[in-house]
């Protein structure tokens, strides 16, 4: 599925397949654009996010039912992060669930629309519709310690000082928007989800006062804040504890798809935890081994080259007394440092909005 503002992107556009969307991994390089993110604010096209809009007099009891968060009362000023599992426990797809006045907008992870949309059908019941807004709708994003000012002077000042996860019905342009206060890299983060006919409006309008970054520097950016990133983090097999990802589920809710499951990873304790490392040279591959005093220990899942750090960042799945910041272990005959998190502090997290 391509982006819907394919055709706005320069023709130099790096693209790339993830999952079932086409997406822009990078407009120029990605050390400029995460420097973007970072220090200024960065223009993000979303439209690999699967809009699935869920309706009807069974809606919130299906989502509750389908989302591993308690949505019970999720109301149309708010939004929240939560895991779809399926019945063994295995993340489906993390999700942004919006509420709205007729049931929630759920937003997929980037290239996992089909999934996700593939599961929420297979349990469908009445009383529930279930709709893909991909055709009509689509997101923008907009990340970095100067964001709110982007917001202010395209939209609305007002809505930059929206408190976290809070979302607003606004209009721009004449065109109804839905608009919220998110973040995926521990800057200022909003969205803007918009009707695609304006879409290409509301990105050129946008580049008058940001730059675009593509998803090579999204992701950089939330590796290290410890953002979870489901298509590199979720491998087969691995509980939602081993992942790290325990914070995006409910175990207190009274039901939901894949709970037992979870509930019995909790009881045990056991499994492997996710712990960030950095200081090897080159990329290991994910499924390296890890090993400490000449033990193996654990696997690579997932690493990078960070330029924040300018240093190999990845993490590692490990036995859980090695979980934890300052031990060194071994990958591929060389020495990495694990870390604490986040790895890299935001700039935001010293710039007030005014």
């Known amino acids: 599925m391509p982006s819907v503002l394919a055709t706005t992107h320069p023709t130099d556009t790096v693209y790339g397949e993830v999952g079932d969307a086409t997406v822009p991994l990078r407009f120029a390089s990605t050390g400029e654009e995460y420097g973007v993110l970072r220090e200024r604010a960065a223009l993000l096209d979303l439209g690999g996010h699967r809009l699935i809009e869920i309706t009807g007099p069974a809606a919130v009891d299906f989502a509750q039912r389908l989302l591993a968060r308690d949505v019970e009362y999720l109301t149309s000023d708010r939004c929240m ?12 797809d993390q999700v942004v669930a ?34 893909d807004r991909s055709g009509d709708l689509t997101a923008i994003g907009l990340e970095g310690p100067y964001a709110w000012g982007v917001v202010g002077r395209l939209i609305d000042a007002e809505l930059a000082s929206l408190p976290f996860e809070s979302v607003a019905e606004a209009t721009w342009d004449g065109v109804d928007i839905v608009f919220a206060r998110t973040g995926l890299t521990g800057e200022y983060g909003y969205q803007v989800i918009v009707p695609i006919e304006a879409a290409a409006t509301l ?19 939330m590796l290290e804040v410890r953002q979870p990133i489901p298509r590199h983090e979720a491998t087969p097999g691995a509980t939602v504890i081993e992942i790290g990802a325990n914070w995006l589920v409910d175990v207190t809710k ?8 979870v509930v019995e990873a909790f009881e045990a304790g056991g499994g492997r935890r996710t712990i960030g490392f950095t200081g090897c040279a080159g990329i290991p591959t994910p499924g390296t081994r890890v090993q400490a005093g000449g033990q193996d ?10 330029v924040g750090l300018g240093a190999t960042l990845g993490l590692a799945r490990v036995d859980p007394d090695l979980a934890a910041a300052g031990l060194d272990l071994t990958v591929a005959g060389q020495t990495v440092t694990t870390l604490t998190s986040p790895y890299i502090v935001p700039k935001s997290w010293s710039i007030p909005i005014i």
């Open 81 to 92: 992060m939560s895991l779809v599992l399926d019945d063994d426990g295995q993340v489906v």
């Open 254 to 261: 009274d039901e939901f798809v894949g709970k037992d499951a």
């Open 203 to 221: 990105w050129a309008r946008a580049l008058e006062h940001a730059t675009p970054a593509g998803l090579e520097a999204l992701e950089l950016a």
């Open 98 to 131: 919006f509420g709205r006045e007729d049931g929630l907008l759920l937003e997929s992870s980037c290239g996992a629309g089909d999934r996700l949309l593939e599961h929420l059908r297979a349990h469908q019941e009445d009383g529930v519709e279930i709709t």
């Open 297 to 306: 220990v654990g696997e690579i899942v997932h690493a990078v080259h960070s």
